[in-house]
């Protein structure tokens, strides 16, 4: 019986410390898109699209000097997100989004600019950051584009 009490309290104060060990959360998100810009005129016509299935790395330092490295794939919207919580102290600090691979039959070479992004994150925790969007083109433009 008294085996059991001791168990008790101990999981008790175990809680207790993660509860109230003085350090809060905070939690970010870092989204973007992908798209096919098919005539490779760099701009939005009806004949592009976006891109399913994209990979696309994202690499964080952490104000602590942490380096995380996530790897996201974009849904069938072309949106790639990544989000991470953890304490207040080891929020993001810096990151880089950089195009990995399209997976798409025709748009696999990265237009002009694509390369990645560089971008401090100050955002407090909730926010999320929006990176501008990564562009593939076709090897061959399709003729009706000329």
Known sequence: METNWHKKMAMYLIL????FDGSSAWTGEIHGRVFCDVCA????????????G?????LCTTKSGEVLNYQAFT???GIYSVAET?????????????????FHEHCTRLGQGSLGVKFS?????????TVRT????????PSYCI
Request: with cysteine; aromatic share 12%; glycine share 6%.
């Open 54 to 58: 994209a990979e696309v790395a994202v």
């Open 75 to 77: 849904d069938s919207k």
């Open 86 to 102: 953890m304490p207040e102290s080891d929020r993001w600090d810096a990151c880089l989004a950089r195009p990995i691979g399209s």
């Open 134 to 141: 990564f562009v593939y083109r076709p090897a061959n433009v």
């Open 16 to 19: 207790l410390f993660f509860a």
């Open 121 to 129: 994150y100050n955002h407090p925790s909730g926010y999320s950051h």
């Open 41 to 52: 005129d760099s701009s939005v016509g009806p004949e592009d699209h976006v891109l399913q």
